[in-house]
């Protein structure tokens, strides 16, 4: 029998190793994240995917366009169903262009999740981000 407390820490920590991952560039860290039937949207137009290989390309293409990044990813809400769950959860992510070191862009939003309890541990099936609102900036200095 599953204890419903360590599967709610479990289904957190794919967050925390999904923000872990992207703020240092740890792709190994970041694929152990989905399942390899992973279904990701809401990332910008035309950026729907049908499977890991597909998101992780995307992805290795996005670190390109930045310096740096930080995810902050709270407020949980994880609701479990034997061996699949849902998780909604708010993002704050912040990135400094690699183009230009002056200029960050913030965006806040929602993640929604679908994660399923595989052999290896909890992944996540259904990625999809849900924007709520951006902001660019440059600093004069």
């Known amino acids: 029998m599953s204890d419903?407390?360590?599967d709610r820490f479990a289904i957190q920590d794919i967050m925390t190793r999904y923000a872990q991952a992207v703020d240092t560039r740890d792709l190994?860290?970041?694929?152990?994240?989905?399942?390899?039937?992973?279904?990701?949207?809401?990332?910008?137009?035309g950026a729907t995917f049908q499977n890991r290989d597909d998101w992780m390309a995307w992805v290795r293409e996005a670190f390109e366009?930045?310096?740096?990044?930080?995810?902050?990813?709270?407020?949980?809400?994880?609701?479990?169903?034997?061996?699949?769950?849902?998780?909604?959860?708010?993002v704050q992510a912040t990135h400094v262009f690699l183009a230009?070191?002056?200029?960050?862009?913030?965006?806040?939003?929602?993640?929604?999740?679908?994660?399923?309890?595989?052999?290896?541990?909890?992944?996540i099936v259904d990625h999809r981000l849900e924007p709520a609102a951006s902001e660019t900036r440059r600093r004069s200095e």
């Open 65 to 90: 366009r930045f310096e740096r990044t930080q995810h902050l990813i709270g407020n949980f809400v994880v609701e479990i169903d034997g061996d699949r769950a849902t998780m909604r959860s708010y």
């Open 4 to 6: 419903p407390v360590a």
């Open 28 to 45: 190994a860290l970041f694929v152990t994240c989905f399942a390899p039937e992973v279904s990701v949207s809401g990332f910008g137009p």
């Open 100 to 123: 230009d070191p002056k200029a960050t862009f913030t965006l806040w939003a929602t993640y929604h999740d679908v994660v399923e309890r595989r052999p290896g541990g909890w992944v």
